[in-house]
């Protein structure tokens, strides 16, 4: 499963609430998350608009390592896809925005 783009340190904190984490702390632009499902885990997880690919990829890799699952698995648990989709549904709302319809 391809790894989604776009989405916030705000979308990732909820998608990971699934599996336990809750956010103990904040540094500045920085959370840092912590699960004792399957023993202790904590995470850090930038509180951006948009986290760069590579950092969300490397976040995804270390919980999918401790919840010893792979990460497309990961993935589908998270459902960000689903996320993401709710999230724009909601920006579309508040701006009254309206999808363009593709048949012409």
Same mark, same amino acid.
């Given at each position: 499963?391809?790894?989604?783009?776009?989405?916030?340190?705000?979308?990732?904190?909820?998608?990971?609430?699934?599996?336990?984490?809750?956010? #103990?702390?904040?540094?500045?632009?920085?959370?840092?998350?912590? #699960?004792?499902?399957?023993?202790?885990?904590?995470?850090?997880?930038?509180?951006?608009?948009?986290?760069?690919?590579? #950092?969300?990829?490397?976040?995804?890799?270390?919980?999918?390592?401790?919840?010893?699952?792979?990460?497309?698995?990961?993935?589908?648990?998270?459902?960000?896809?689903?996320?993401?989709?709710?999230?724009?549904?909601?920006?579309?709302?508040?701006?009254?925005?309206?999808?363009?319809?593709?048949?012409?």
């Amino acid at each position: 499963m391809k790894t989604p783009r776009d989405i916030s340190g705000a979308e990732l904190v909820k998608a990971l609430r699934k599996l336990g984490y809750e956010v #103990t702390r904040q540094t500045g632009s920085h959370l840092r998350i912590t #699960t004792h499902q399957g023993g202790e885990h904590h995470e850090v997880v930038p509180n951006h608009a948009v986290i760069k690919l590579g #950092t969300l990829k490397s976040i995804l890799r270390n919980v999918a390592a401790h919840h010893q699952i792979p990460v497309s698995r990961l993935l589908e648990l998270l459902d960000l896809y689903q996320l993401i989709e709710e999230v724009t549904d909601l920006f579309s709302d508040a701006l009254h925005v309206r999808p363009k319809d593709n048949a012409h």
